[in-house]
């Protein structure tokens, strides 16, 4: 052997013995449990999104975590999106299939709403479909063009907003 061929032999034996460094996202989700929380009733279309997610999802995060389905009706699913904000654990473990409009409540509805969350205090991992909204409001509601340019300077909002 050269002397370049015995230097590198223990080199390489020593890499090849080496414990492999894990995908910490992978050793953090192995074993685990993600459950799905669902806003509205069993039955319906958000639960039957729900299940479709919680079916299929779990082989898609590393680490493949068993992954459950549980309802959590109430209040077109703000009862759901507020146990997400403020009980829930933040580690990625807990997931809702709530109502996207919710983001909006604090919004529209300000102090009137019983959202105890900020749309900027959620994070949208994704949507099962697509669609598209308008909101339409008359003068008497007492929304002005102030108002709506106020809604529509948010760059979360996809919504077009019209005042009559």
């Known amino acids: ?31 685990k449990t993600v459950t799905v929380l669902i806003g509205y009733e069993p039955g319906g279309g958000y639960d039957l999104y729900g299940r479709a997610v919680a079916r299929f999802i779990g082989k898609h995060i590393p680490g493949n975590p068993q992954v459950v389905a549980q309802n959590m009706p109430g209040a077109a699913s703000m009862t ?37 969350f900020k749309a900027s205090d959620m994070t949208m991992i994704g949507s099962i479909s697509s669609n598209a909204a308008f909101i339409i409001a008359t003068k008497e509601s007492g929304r002005s063009e102030e108002h709506t340019s106020e809604l529509q300077s948010h760059s979360f909002i996809s919504y077009a907003v019209f005042c009559l």
């Open 1 to 31: 052997m050269t002397g370049v061929q015995t230097c590198a032999l223990p080199i390489f034996i020593a890499q090849a013995l080496a414990p492999a460094h894990a995908d910490p996202i992978e050793v953090f989700y192995r074993n």
């Open 80 to 116: 759901a999106a507020n146990h997400l904000a403020k009980v829930a654990p933040r580690d990625g473990t807990v997931i809702g299939a709530v109502n996207s409009a919710l983001l909006l409540d604090t919004l529209i509805a300000g102090d009137a709403s019983r959202a105890q």
